[in-house]
């Protein structure tokens, strides 16, 4: 799980059915949010292998099928089943007065060039 510093409302709990899956934007960042039986999980959208749009892709229990080629992503805790070598970042969610709230670590702070 990504250390959360920053938590972000990026949808109302009655946005998401059960066994669905949506892209939001936690800040600027897109991310997967899944509802599996009430529970809320998210992860990056951005599949680790090529980039397709894991929010989009098909659910079948706890799994969602990256819709670009097909891998399964267990999003509760992130990890491909098709190769053990990839897995997604998982986020924290918070529940809080019926909205779906994002953890993601600070931004990396932009100094500028280092002079050394
Ligand atoms: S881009 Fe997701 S499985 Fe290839």
């Known amino acids: 799980m990504e250390q959360a510093d920053i ?7 009655d ?6 899956g949506k892209i939001v934007f936690a800040g600027t960042t897109r991310v997967a949010l899944f509802n599996y039986n009430g529970e809320i999980f998210c992860i990056q959208n951005n599949c680790p292998h090529a980039g397709g749009h ?9 799994i969602v ?3 670009r080629h097909d891998w399964g992503f267990d999003f509760t ?3 491909c089943k098709t190769d053990p070598r ?3 970042k998982q986020y924290e969610v918070k529940i809080e ?5 994002v953890g993601l ?10 002079f050394l």
């Open 86 to 88: 990839y897995s997604a």
């Open 54 to 62: 894991l929010g989009l892709g098909a659910v079948k229990g706890c």
């Open 7 to 13: 938590f972000y409302t990026v949808a109302k709990c």
């Open 105 to 114: 670590p600070a931004p990396e702070q932009n100094n500028g060039p280092e």
């Open 77 to 79: 805790t992130g990890k």
């Open 97 to 101: 007065d019926g909205n779906i709230l």
């Open 15 to 20: 946005d998401i059915e059960s066994g669905e």
């Open 65 to 67: 099928k990256c819709p």
